[in-house]
């Protein structure tokens, strides 16, 4: 059983940056592709970035050159590198395994609040 903790959220002026971390706990964390999803209220959740076991990327169209998903295997722990950050980018963020298709796999984990507002 895999459980994640997601960290570094907060609370940042528009423009600004924030670095989140995914913690993973269990084994055969390398060999799984891992997503950053979010959902804003009353919104659906969806997911920003992806990265595979080999660290090839893909970001959704409204985070594309403003957010950096990266892998330390040996750390087990993902990263979202979040910048130029907008009102817009509000919302919990979320990380789990992800599948080819980009089916979640597993539990989710408590996330973590992003609050962009001046």
């Known amino acids: 059983q895999v459980q994640l903790v997601e960290s570094g959220g907060g609370l940042v002026q528009p423009g600004g940056s924030l670095r989140l971390s995914c913690a993973a706990s269990?084994?055969?964390?390398?060999?799984?592709?891992m997503g950053w999803y979010r959902q804003a209220p009353g919104k659906q959740r969806e997911l920003v970035a992806r990265i595979s076991s080999r660290g090839n990327t893909v970001y959704a169209d409204s985070v594309k050159g403003r957010f950096t998903i990266s892998r330390d295997n040996a750390k087990k722990t993902v990263y979202l590198q979040m910048d130029s950050l907008k009102p817009e980018d509000t919302a919990v963020y979320y990380c789990i395994r992800i599948d080819p298709i980009n089916t979640p796999i597993g539990s989710w984990g408590q996330g973590t609040q992003v609050t962009v507002s001046s």
């Open positions: 269990g084994s055969a964390f390398s060999i799984y592709a």
